[in-house]
């Protein structure tokens, strides 16, 4: 027993040089602990440097946000309004636009007869699960399936009924709803009649042509008017960089130019401001995680490498197996040197993979269509091979990225 007292003591005798006592930090601010601690802290604050913050101001969309707002006003002197459709790319701001209006209006005019309800269609992608949602918001507790369509209906209609005050529902992405389930719910909610009030529906679509799906009567019966949302010019990233950066990170941890590149080449790939703050926050990240003392164009450079290596593991983790396999079974061969690697050579690297994985190979014919629908989703290019002794092949002409990169993001995936 001894022999473990004498232990324990050495052990209690010696930890203070090994886990220093709070009293070492006494007086010391919390800044300087943490600095000390986790190395140089370029982030102020996280929530910043991500795309679903809406700041008070959004650079560039003043005049966007001019008009939804005189589209709104009507609602504030119990006169009706007409609905509205953003439309525009991915990272144009209309979402921002639509919640941050929104959120000035509830503040500036409290008691304005107004209810607001924002519904994300590329999670509520039927008109079932639109309804079900409606319902929530109006504190009807229904299973989320299994209900009766009619019934979700007709609960949202006598809820509506009963309302004293004029209902503006966003529908964010209504292009998706639309292009699964069809348009019979928006036309439904169209012609919604009844309640003291009324409806102003704001559909926000990705999908520059999405009016020319709509049916001529559900078109006619909805018949919103449109704000276009056009792609952000280099000055206007600028600018929500030089916000997000001033805000989200210390005083003096980036270079101008260091936003200006990103600026400069997102708006020649696509203006696309979501990318933007990827890239920048991917930037601060990697300059804190290396103890750099700023964000510089070096950074932001391989920052780019990363949001671009991030983005394609998203969207390959939603494939089926199949496709994956199909897509290793391309990567592979470019891989080994073949430049131009065709449909025959990809089926048939595709069927030695799929042994490993103990499936069913699937036909020619379908890993064709699977090449396709890789080539729509930006991971691969097809070109047609016109003549020679085989005359005209589909061939694989490029990956989104390098092969050997391709191969080591599904090797991170357990495809190898």
């Known amino acids: 027993m001894r022999k473990y007292g004498d232990f324990l003591w050495l052990f209690i005798y010696n930890a203070h040089f090994y886990f220093p006592s709070p009293r070492k930090y006494w007086g010391l601010s919390l800044e300087y602990i943490y600095t000390r601690e986790a190395g140089h802290r370029l982030i102020k604050d996280r929530r910043i440097l991500h795309d679903s913050f809406v700041p008070r101001k959004l650079p560039g969309r003043e005049e966007e946000i001019r008009k939804f707002s005189s589209l709104l006003s009507p609602l504030l002197g119990n006169e009706p309004s007409v609905n509205v459709v953003f439309l525009g790319k991915p990272g144009t701001g209309k979402t921002a636009v639509a ?11 409290p008691s304005a007869p107004i209810r607001y309800i924002y519904i994300n269609c590329s999670r509520a992608n039927t008109s079932y699960r ?27 209609l006598d809820a509506f009924n009963r309302m004293r005050s004029w209902l503006v529902l966003i529908l964010d992405e209504v292009d998706l709803l639309v292009k699964r389930d069809g348009d019979r719910l928006l036309y439904s909610l169209s012609r919604l009649e009844g309640g003291e009030k009324g409806i102003m529906i704001v559909g926000i679509s990705n999908a520059p042509n999405f009016l020319d799906r709509l049916d001529p009567r559900t078109l ?12 952000y010019r280099a000055h206007q ?21 260091a936003l200006s590149l ?11 401001a979501r990318r933007a703050i990827d ?12 103890n750099a003392q700023k964000i510089n164009e070096e950074i932001v450079m391989r920052a780019f490498k990363h949001v671009d290596e991030e983005e394609v593991m998203i969207t390959i983790r939603s494939l089926p197996l199949h496709h994956k396999l199909v897509l290793l079974a391309a990567a592979r061969l470019l891989a080994k040197g073949d430049p131009r690697p065709g449909t025959g050579k990809v089926y048939y690297q595709y069927k030695r993979i799929v042994k490993d994985y103990l499936a069913k190979p699937l036909t020619m014919r379908r890993v064709s269509g699977i090449l396709r629908e890789l080539e729509s989703m930006g991971l691969l290019e097809i070109k047609m091979d ?4 085989h005359g005209n092949t589909k061939v694989i002409g490029s990956l989104v990225m390098p092969p050997d990169e391709m191969n080591r993001i599904l090797e991170k995936m357990g495809f190898s």
Request: glycine letters at 8%.
């Open 99 to 109: 919640k941050r209006v929104i959120q000035d209006f509830s503040e500036l005019y």
């Open 130 to 156: 639109v309804l079900y949602n409606l319902n929530k918001e109006f504190g009807m507790l229904i299973p989320p399936s299994g209900y009766p369509y009619d019934e979700l209906y007709n609960n949202f």
């Open 220 to 231: 006619s019966s909805f018949s919103p008017e449109t704000i276009i949302f056009s792609p």
């Open 237 to 257: 990233l600028f600018d929500i960089l030089k916000q997000r950066a001033e805000m989200g990170l210390q005083e003096g941890s980036y270079e101008d130019g």
């Open 262 to 272: 990103i600026a400069a080449r997102i708006a020649e790939e696509s203006g696309d």
């Open 279 to 290: 890239v920048l926050r991917m930037a601060a990240e990697l300059a804190e995680r290396e």
């Open 386 to 389: 016109y003549g020679g002794s």
